[in-house]
């Protein structure tokens, strides 16, 4: 065990948005991790429920707002969108304009595909097809319009140079540029800009839809891929197809200063509020397990986090699994392994 004292343990605030569904159990199941770690996780919870958001209107996202702009990091569980999209409101408040989602592969997981996978899709978060639903021109014709801005781009290119660094690998930059000769034109120019700077960082730009076919084919060549909104909300489903599924994930959403440095960033599980099974103890953490491990890296704590990331890995592949991936164990029950083996590898650093 290692020794704890919470009076003098580094501390670091983060804002909880708590949700609906199995939010409450993924949130118990990430105290209980953070209890473990050799410094202090001090949440500032946010109640984003259905309930709480028909009560309090959206004077609780001024508040979620107010808190994530003062403390900077943030944890969301997943939330009901039924008026409407938290995530959404979220992302436009606080200008989130890089979305980051790592896909690997997860020994012990049943997949089609049998290779190696290893991927951070970095997208554009905004922009794109997504902002313009379009509208009719007569019975038969409907146009829309497409948006590509230079700053969010430079945002995502600088994170995904800086992420290619951290994690000794190359770049690749992905969009219809031949066709989409403007738009996707300028996202090529601004990463092709932005590559100058890392010039020790292998970086090449692949058509999207040839990319698609090669990171079946040939997944080792590819490390960091960066890309336009649309394009890596595809990508990304189907990097995680191929990983074998589709929740077992998380993401970040990252606000930037003008400078280019990070002003404000949101992790949270992929899968959605599985209200069939909320309050049972039985959801899979795994996802809020593994964006937790990203918020811890992202403060800094590299060794919590990649001790977190590999105790679930190892979970899994010694087959200590919750149901929906074919194992037995409770929620808690999963948590308390992955807490032994995440406190066994601290203690060895
Ligand atoms: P939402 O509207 O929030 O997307 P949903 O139930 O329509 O909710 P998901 O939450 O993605 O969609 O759930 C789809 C299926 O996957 C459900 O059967 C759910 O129980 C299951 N599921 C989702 N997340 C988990 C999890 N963390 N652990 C176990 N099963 C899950």
Redesign the pocket.
Same mark, same amino acid.
């Given at each position: 065990m290692l020794a704890r004292d919470s009076r003098t343990m580094k501390t670091y605030k983060i804002v909880e948005l708590h949700g609906?569904?199995?939010s409450a159990e993924?949130s118990q199941s990430v105290h209980r991790i953070a209890e473990a770690l050799p410094f202090r996780l001090d949440f500032v919870p946010v109640d984003l429920s259905l309930e709480n958001r028909a009560k309090r209107g959206l004077v609780i996202y001024d508040e979620a707002e107010a808190l994530m702009r003062l403390h900077k990091v943030a944890l969301k569980y997943?939330?009901?969108?039924k008026v409407e999209s938290p995530n959404a409101i979220l992302r436009e408040r606080c200008e989130f304009s890089v979305i980051h989602r790592p896909v690997g592969s997860i020994p012990g997981i049943q997949t089609n595909f049998t290779r190696e996978l290893d991927i951070d899709v970095v997208r554009i978060g905004t922009g794109g097809t997504y902002e313009d639903a379009g509208r009719r021109i007569g019975l038969d014709t409907a146009v829309s319009l497409r948006v590509i801005e230079r700053t969010p781009a430079r945002h995502a290119a600088r994170f995904a140079f800086k992420l290619a660094m951290l994690r000794k690998g190359g770049v690749v930059s992905t969009s219809k540029y031949t066709i989409q000769a403007q738009t996707d034109g300028l996202f090529e120019e601004v990463v092709g800009v932005v590559a100058q700077d890392y010039p020790g960082i292998p970086y090449r730009r692949e058509l999207f839809d040839s990319l698609l076919a090669s990171v079946i084919m040939k997944p080792e060549r590819y490390q960091v891929i960066v890309c336009p909104n649309e394009y890596g909300d595809f990508l990304s489903d189907m990097a995680c197809g191929l990983i074998g599924s589709v929740?077992l994930g998380d993401s970040a959403n990252y606000a930037f200063s003008d400078d280019g440095a990070i002003t404000l960033a949101m992790f949270d599980?992929a899968?959605?509020?599985?209200? *069939?099974?909320a309050g049972k103890d039985? =959801?899979?953490?795994?996802?809020?397990l593994f964006a937790l491990a990203s918020l811890l890296r992202h403060i800094g704590e590299w060794d919590a986090s990649k001790a977190l990331k590999q105790a679930v890995l190892d979970c899994v592949a010694a087959g200590e699994r919750?149901? *929906?991936i074919g194992g037995k164990l409770k =929620?808690s029950q999963f948590t308390e392994l992955v807490t032994g083996r995440v406190q066994k590898s601290l203690a060895a650093v």
């Open positions: 609906d569904g199995i993924l997943p939330t009901a969108t929740g599980p899968g959605g509020t599985a209200p *069939d099974i039985v =959801c899979n953490p795994f996802a809020a919750t149901a *929906d =929620c």
